[in-house]
């Protein structure tokens, strides 16, 4: 049984997402793969647009055969802090042979060096890095400068690497790293060098939209995979982040999304086996934009001083005091980070940290240390007795079991996590009209 993993938020799930499934079991001849997803927010430090079942069902009628869910604080955690949560919880299963993502280089072994030399830290590469922060620039900024200075001077290496030319690496490394793809994927080798694990890590060209390009009638030809790294030339892949815009930019009629051209758009980026889902949750207005968060986050901000702000995650001292500072300009919560973002902090760092603040979190873990399902292939269901076998971290099927399968520590994660959807699921039953779940009544998905 050959098993892989993919560490996705599916925010949401689109065609470019199922290549990469098919691609994981078609080419590199995968069995089962697992998605390690995020929950019900994501990375950039917002609430995910839809709900963290509608989108493990999503994935698991395209393809996927297990879903599990990251924990709050690890999906809303920086690159380094999420890759490591993810790859942490896909090297705890005991199954898991390859890790598969997508990457703007499609070079595993240039993702590989760099990785090696983020986790060794050479003492050379070290004071670049401090020389660049020192000089105000934000810690990817410097990263790169630090890594390309480093690389520039074939002095730093020896023995096979020192050929008295520049490495072949010096030319790539800042394209690699203005990327943000290829940022995460050194994230995921870094954190399977750092946990000396067996999984083998591979990428798949990401061609297309950039991450921030918007998706629109005229520029869906424009979507394309390279037909060099074995995808199909014919085939449009859109951006996460377009479909968000399209689908926030023309939400009307009441917080329900119902432009019929806007359908059609989405019809041909969303799969068809996801796509009645999804335009489910859309038209009954089952999903959430950042403005969700508006009037929790004031609360949160006025009944907070300096000290109590810097104990939260990603919140600094200096952040924090510069929230008190702008209390009478903070409005809204993208606002709010567009008000409080520096030269040296980007706006995403701020809504992470902001969220952070509403969602009361502290700390991230270091690994995660349970599995919980959020879904599952009927015909797969050997899979989940081999992770139940080979396994060294609790696989939990359902909440009320998980205080006799979990240490207190872990408890208090999964607590944690509960919260955050269970105040998701309100914002969304006050939003939409319908009845409030509670976490704990929601059913795994099976198909």
């Known amino acids: 049984m050959r098993t892989a993993g993919i560490i996705a938020e599916y925010n949401p799930f689109h ?68 890759a490591m949560g993810g790859v942490s919880l896909l090297d705890g299963l005991g199954v898991v042979d390859l890790l598969c993502f997508g990457s703007e280089s499609g070079e595993i072994s240039a993702l590989k060096e ?32 630090a890594l390309t200075e480093y690389f520039k001077n074939p002095r730093n290496f020896s023995g096979d690497d020192f050929d008295g030319v520049l490495t072949p690496l010096f030319n790539e490394v800042t394209r690699i790293l203005n990327t943000p793809n290829n940022i995460l994927g050194i994230e995921y080798c870094k954190a399977l060098l750092r946990l000396g694990s067996s999984i083998r890590p591979v990428t798949v060209r990401r061609e297309g939209m950039g991450y921030h390009d918007t998706l629109a009638s005229n520029n869906l030809s424009d979507l394309r995979f390279d037909p060099a790294s074995d995808t199909d030339p014919d085939s449009d892949f859109p951006s996460a982040c377009a479909i968000r815009k399209l689908i926030c930019g023309t939400d009307k009629n009441g917080g329900k999304y119902s432009d019929h051209t806007g359908y059609d758009i989405l019809a041909s980026q969303i799969p068809s086996d996801a796509f009645d889902i999804f335009k489910k949750v859309l038209s009954s207005g089952e999903f959430l934009t950042e403005d969700a968060l508006n009037s929790i986050l004031s609360y949160c901000l006025l009944q907070k001083n300096v000290s109590e702000l810097a104990s939260f995650l990603d919140v600094s001292e200096n952040l924090a005091q510069r929230i008190v500072n702008q209390k009478n300009l903070l409005q809204g919560f993208l606002q709010s980070a567009s008000v409080l973002k520096t030269k040296e902090l980007t706006q995403t760092r701020i809504q992470r940290a902001l969220l952070h603040i509403i969602l009361g979190i502290h700390q991230v873990p270091d690994n995660v240390p349970y599995a919980r399902v959020l879904g599952f292939r009927r015909e797969s269901s050997s899979l989940l007795k081999e992770i139940k076998t080979n396994s060294c971290i609790p696989v939990i099927t359902k909440l009320a079991n998980a205080p006799s399968l979990l240490d207190c520590q872990a408890q208090e994660l999964l607590k944690e996590t509960t919260f955050a959807s269970n105040l998701y699921g309100s914002l969304i039953a006050q939003k939409s009209g319908r009845k409030f779940i509670h976490e704990y009544e929601k059913q795994i998905v099976i198909i």
Do not use: W
């Open 15 to 82: 065609r470019g997402h199922e290549y990469q499934i098919q691609y994981t079991k078609e080419k590199l001849g995968a069995d089962y793969v697992i998605i390690a997803m995020s929950g019900d927010y994501v990375q950039r430090g917002t609430p995910a647009l839809l709900a963290k079942h509608a989108r493990a069902d999503m994935a698991l009628r395209c393809g996927a055969d297990l879903v599990l869910e990251l924990p709050v604080s690890v999906c809303t955690a920086s690159a380094e802090a999420f």
């Open 114 to 145: 760099l990785a090696e030399i983020l986790v060794e830290e050479p003492e050379k590469y070290k004071t670049l890095l401090r020389n660049f922060l020192s000089q105000g620039l934000s810690f990817p900024a410097a990263r790169s400068q």
